[in-house]
Structures are given as structure tokens and as C-alpha cells.
């Protein structure tokens, strides 16, 4: 993981800068677990835990003009087989169709 930073072009400044406006050159759609916690105190907290995510960024295509490209999928082993990619897959696509692509 160490070398993992090494291998990236893009700054953490350019990134965001990409994707934090209007038009941005890419996106996500996360999943979240939300669960409560108690403390010793019998007092509880909810707690959001990232369980999946996909990143999807901004191409143009010849034939079809403006469209996206799944760039990674992501899903915590546990969550695995219970719906949680293809619902991913499904949130995508709406965010996608909501930027005025056409699709994946």
C-alpha cells in the first residue's frame, strides 16, 4: 500500500477539483451500512460504514456522442451475494442517465 501513491499521476487537488463541480469529469455512487452503536456509557451512535462504491468517469464516443465508463466496482467480501452489486450496477446508471449520458 506504501507504493500505492507512488503510482498515481493525478494530485489529490486535481481530483477533486475534477469531480467537485457541476461538471465533472467523474463520479461515484457509494453504499452505506448504517448501523447503531452503544457505548459503555448505554448511550448509542449511528454509524455509517462504506460497504461498496463505483467510480464511473465522463467519455465521448464517436457513435453515440457523451457516455460513461465504469472505471471500478468495489464491495467488502461480507456483502458479497446479496443483491448489493447489481443495486450499485442499477444507482450508477440513474446517476449516469442524470448527467445526460447515455449510459455505461
Known sequence: MKNLTARFKVSKEEFERDG??????YGSVIVEHRHRV???????????????CML??????ALIGQTYLLQGLFLKPAQKGRGLGKALVRATLQACKKR?????
Open 20 to 25: 467537485l463541480v457541476d461538471k465533472a469529469l
Open 38 to 52: 452503544e457505548d459503555q456509557d448505554e448511550e448509542s451512535e449511528v454509524v455509517h460504514d462504506i460497504v461498496g
Open 56 to 61: 464511473y468517469s465522463k467519455m465521448y464516443y
Open 100 to 104: 445526460s449520458g447515455d449510459g455505461l
